[in-house]
């Protein structure tokens, strides 16, 4: 019976999933030296175009990041979100309204009009289109800030104001293209500040949650009798959001009939298509078809207009034609039925989205990162088992480790090691792993066997 355990413990202690799938630096096409930041233990690696361009799964499963020691450090992916982008803020020229305190009252209803007096620009309300002002209209009520030129949603509005310390004062925000008819963005909004200094402790700022100017001014106005002379407005556009910015990896087109097929040396997801004639004044409609393996039929993909015309000095060029995450690894290029194709091979550039990740700088330099296995069975890890007490956009924070791409070393076909050739399919590494299980389930009954006959014949034996 100790035979049976000693077989079963080391039988058990053998990991044949773990033996095989064992990622080396070997395994993998393309490598890159990879600079870490000095005493960092997470740190965000940004996967350069050249690493994009030899990539063979969709899911950048070939992916790996290998310490001084060729051990694979963790790697977890970073999610691809939008860009905010902030615009800064920007003060903007003001115009004091003059009115009758009779006036102020009814400042909803009242037309503005602005007028040069003794050099400087005046705002003074009118009563009817051919009333000329008061003489009796002498004390501000408000202040015109002249917002034409902003297009962008806005995110706040600041004032800068003598005002009685402690003592808020409720501001109300209005709108208008002809200084006639106003709609409100804000009402009663107070402003306060707590000792005499401008830096001192309170809230000067107005929200504007995202309202939209189109050629408007705005209107500044408080209650009759508040202690409180403007003297400056500052206006914050709100931020905005953009799409990551898609990194561009020029193609090879090779004529093929009456259009060009182009033979895609990566599997990434294709965004976007850029093409450009080589020559000038061209305009072709085409078409784009793809494939997964040569000898497969042509599906279509997208069509789109490709131009490259001058006028009155200047270059148009085309538009990329978006190809919506398609995974393919041959394109065709043909122009539309019955349209001339192009003279000479386009010029191509495939766009395709960014991918970052986070990893642990465990283990000792020089740090590898190797790209370019297909097959390759994901390792990457879930971003909050990696970052304590996760929060999005705490990888952000993150320092950034820098990707050597003029040290790129290119692995010979020849020289990758056949574990990873006998694992670049799915179905080939299962053959393998139950061939082992199987092998060792024989050798385990064997031995049972064997040793059963052993207790027979030893109970025969016995008188």
Known sequence: MRIIAHVACALLMINPEAALAADKPEDFAVHFTVQTVPDASLQRLVLPKEAMAVLQTANAADVRLFNGKGQSVPLAPIPLRNVTIASPSREWPIYPIMATTQQQQNLGNLSLRIEKTAGRSVVRVIEGADTQPSASATRQIATLVDTRTIKEPLAELTVDAELTPGEPVALTVAASKDLKIWRTLAQDVPVFRFGATADGPGSMR??????????????????????????????????????????????????????????????????????????????????????????????????????????????????????????????????????????????????LLPREWVFVASGSPPFTLAVGRAGADTTELPLASLIPGYTAGAEHTLPTAHVNVTSIIRQPPGNLSRISQALGAPSTRSLVLWAVLIGGVLVLGGVAWAVMRQMKSADKSQP
């Open 206 to 351: 107005v929200p504007l949650a995202g309202v939209r100017l189109e050629d408007d001014y705005l209107r500044i106005s408080w209650p009759p009798g508040a202690a409180f002379s403007l003297r400056g407005v500052r206006i914050t556009p709100a931020s905005s959001s953009a799409a990551p910015q898609r990194l561009s990896v020029p193609l090879i087109a090779r004529p093929d009939g009456n259009g060009f097929v182009i033979a895609l040396p990566f599997a990434t997801p294709l965004q976007a298509l850029d093409i450009h004639p080589a020559g000038p004044n061209t305009l072709v409609p085409v078409r784009l078809s793809g494939r997964s393996v040569r000898g497969e039929s042509w599906r279509p993909l997208a069509t789109g207009v490709v131009y490259r015309m001058h006028s009155t000095g200047t270059e148009s060029l085309s538009p990329p034609i978006e190809m919506n995450g398609v995974s393919v690894r041959e394109l065709r290029i043909a122009p539309a039925a019955g349209v001339p194709g192009f003279a000479t091979p386009p010029h191509v550039r495939a766009l």
